[in-house]
């Protein structure tokens, strides 16, 4: 198998290959003076099998991945892994007269097999023309939080749709999970508190799956701090982190923040590289 590394996942790419002992190809990525994108593959792939690897945070990230796809229709079998894909919160037609986004951009992805990384709802698989698969990189982040010394750490999640990353991240390492709950006290009263266990005095470790303009994870710092937790750690799969995200979450009174390399950023700490790989040996 050889990989090729998108424009947006250069390190990740290389770090697969690493890990696989595969070819990683060199790919050429230009932008024409009128805007548009042009890639070549510059090492040679036909008859083989490839394995494309490219986050798509970016439309330019989307449109070069279809270009690579193109690229490589000469290539035995293709498949592609988009370990961030861009446009997934928009899986519903939330009001009248709005794409389902993550339908038009999957149904655009011809190959193989494809493989997610956490994606924002697994229903989303069914729409790639391809046999679709999601990985879950929150026991890597589950192992990284194992590493760090803290004071009776809990992991929870901001709502209870993120609960299986909490429970995920603590699977086999004993450490205790819990989601946030809101009870409407009355008309215009609610409240927001762990479930089912206390935080004070605790370390606490916030996941969900993207981090973008950090408003959830900003106000769920706030809320914890102010219910006692000691330190807090803000965690994610996908550090979208868009705009003032960072000072945002700072402000809040973050100890500091975990993330993957699923999008390349200066706290993407936690690779999902052998998550990639493990599934690149079972094809
Ligand atoms: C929402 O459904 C997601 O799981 C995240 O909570 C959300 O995307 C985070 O976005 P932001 O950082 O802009 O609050």
Redesign the pocket.
């Known amino acids: 198998m050889k990989i090729i590394g998108g424009h947006a996942s250069q390190l990740l790419a290389g770090r697969v290959s690493e890990l696989l002992k595969c070819n990683l190809l060199v790919s050429d990525f230009k932008k024409f003076p009128d805007g548009e994108l042009y890639t070549r593959i510059l090492d040679e792939f036909a008859g083989e099998e490839v394995t494309i690897i490219q986050s798509t945070p970016t439309d330019s990230d989307f449109v070069l991945l279809l270009l690579m796809i193109e690229a490589c229709s000469e290539a035995a079998k293709i498949n592609v892994v988009i370990p961030y894909m861009g446009y997934a919160?928009q899986d519903k037609r939330f009001k009248s007269g709005e794409p389902i986004s993550a339908h038009a951009v999957a149904r655009a992805i011809k190959a193989d097999n494809v493989y997610t990384i956490n994606i924002?709802d697994t229903d989303i698989l069914d729409y790639f023309d391809a046999n679709a698969k999601d990985l879950d990189a929150t026991p890597a982040i589950g192992k990284y939080i194992k590493n760090l010394i803290l004071s009776d750490p809990i992991i929870i999640a901001?709502d209870d749709?993120?609960i299986h990353l909490a429970r995920n991240a603590s699977r086999d390492l004993g450490l205790d999970y819990d989601y946030l709950e809101k009870t409407r006290l009355s008309g215009d009263t609610v409240t927001i508190q762990p479930k089912n266990l206390e935080v004070n005095g605790r370390d606490v470790i916030i996941i969900?799956?993207?981090?973008?303009?950090?408003?959830?994870?900003a106000e769920t710092i706030y809320l914890l701090r102010n219910q006692g937790a000691h330190w807090v750690f803000a965690a994610c799969v996908h550090p979208?982190l868009s705009n003032n995200?960072v000072l945002k979450l700072f402000q809040a009174g973050v100890k500091g923040i975990i993330a993957t390399d699923t999008l390349d950023k200066a706290v993407s700490t936690v690779s999902v590289a052998p998550v990639i790989a493990d599934a690149m040996k079972k094809l």
């Open positions: 919160r924002h901001p749709g993120a969900d799956d993207i981090i973008s303009t950090g408003g959830t994870m979208v995200a």
